[in-house]
Each structure stands twice: as structure tokens, then as C-alpha cells.
């Protein structure tokens, strides 16, 4: 399941668009810039709901998660949401930002494959993953752990 809450849009945005840039790029160089509070409540609270809806698409409940894999953007967040979306304690937490930081979209991939590399996680675990960024963007979905 995917969405966006256009409400919030302008919490995590790019200042300069990249057609202003294309025209003229020798001027200043496009930045994202991030509202960090609103940042912080919108995706330690509303991404709790998102990773529910997508747990009841699959037509699954919290205690059959094995693995949760969240946007790696802010690990304060992330143990929010464990605690929101009511994980059993033995479920496996991807906690690779401690030292990735926030490597963007390529964030749940990277560390599924850390989970999977390091055993942490195995092939056909249950996973939940839950993204979300600019223009407040989200989706989450429940999947099988890949295999190697």
C-alpha cells in the first residue's frame, strides 16, 4: 500500500526544482531540506498506522512478523514504531542506520541484505517494510525474506 500526505508536503522538500537548476546551473545547487519535529511526529505516529493497514492487506497480525525493516532515517523513530505497531519482542529490527546513516530509498534494501548476510534474518521470514520521504511519501507492504 502506498500514499502520500499532501498536508505535509512541504516538510520534506527540495529547495531549487530541477528544471530552475537545468536552466541555470551555475547558480545554487539544489538541497532537500527537512522540517525535523513535524518530520519526527508525522513518521513515528502515522507510519504505525501504514505498517497496521499493510499487516491487514497481507492478512496478517504483529505476532507473525519476524522481521521489521523501516526506512533507515532515525532510529528514534524506528523504536517508536516497534512499540506502535505492537511487534513481538524476538522480531528482528533492521538497524543498519547506526552505521549506514540515511542512505535514502536505497535504505530497506540495503538492509534487508545486511539481515540476510549476517543471519539475522532468514529466507522466507515474514517481513514488514515500511518507507516513507519527500513530499511525505509513504508505502508498506508484508513480503518473504528473499533468498540468496
Known amino acids: 500500500m502506498a ?18 537548476f537545468a536552466q541555470n546551473p551555475s547558480g545554487p545547487r539544489p538541497f532537500v531540506r527537512l522540517e525535523g519535529p ?5 513518521a513515528a505516529f502515522k507510519m504505525g498506522d501504514v505498517g497496521r493497514r499493510a499487516m491487514d492487506a497481507a492478512g496478517v497480525r504483529p505476532d ?7 526506512h533507515q532515517a532515525n ?5 517508536l514504531l516497534v512499540k506502535n505497531l505492537q511487534l513481538r519482542p524476538d522480531a528482528v529490527v533492521a538497524n543498519d542506520i547506526e552505521h549506514t546513516g540515511n542512505t535514502s530509498a536505497a535504505s530497506i534494501p540495503l538492509a534487508m541484505a545486511e539481515l540476510l548476510t549476517t543471519g539475522a534474518a ?22 518473504r525474506m528473499p533468498k540468496g
Open 3 to 20: 500514499g502520500s500526505d499532501g498536508e505535509q508536503a512541504d516538510a520534506i522538500r527540495q529547495d531549487i526544482d530541477w528544471i530552475t
Open 38 to 42: 513535524p518530520v519526527f511526529r508525522w
Open 64 to 70: 507473525q512478523i519476524d522481521v521489521f525493516v523501516p
Open 75 to 79: 532510529s528514534r523513530i524506528n523504536e
Open 122 to 143: 532468514k529466507p522466507g521470514d515474514l517481513a514488514l517494510l515500511i518507507g516513507y520521504g519527500a513530499g511525505l511519501s509513504y508505502a508498506a507492504q508484508v513480503v
